[in-house]
């Protein structure tokens, strides 16, 4: 992304640029871990139905049972949060990397 908005001369070099390529590389993030992390939530916090069982058997289950119940959107329930975790985490970890790289004499990536 970074390379991107460099190459077509929409933003400079800079912090404004590390953050916007740190929020988009975040919501590339939470959009491909939020199904995951959803499900895994779901599977952890399942309780026995009736004293018989567990409501889900597998990852694939638990999977099918949200789409078959709330559709796509019931895998990314929690996404907003998810993404506000992950991009400021984002920001902070290149900006690091890239001023770590500056004090060592190396050009930003």
């Not at 895994?40 to 694939?60: A, C, D, E, F, V």
Request: proline residues 6%; charged residues 15%; glycine residues 10%.
């Amino acid at each position: 992304m970074k390379h991107t908005l460099l190459n077509h001369q929409l933003m400079e070099e800079g912090v404004p640029l590390h953050i916007v390529s740190s929020m988009v590389a975040g919501l590339m993030c939470a959009i491909t871990t939020s199904p995951v992390d959803t499900i895994k939530t779901r599977i952890m916090n399942q309780h026995k139905i009736g004293g018989k069982g567990l409501k889900y058997n597998s990852p694939l289950d638990a999977a099918r049972q949200c789409l078959k119940a709330e559709g796509l959107k019931g895998l990314y329930k929690g996404f907003i949060p998810n993404w506000m975790r992950i991009g400021p985490h984002t920001i902070v970890t290149f900006f690091i990397f890239e001023q770590l790289r500056s004090i060592v004499g190396i050009r930003p990536v």
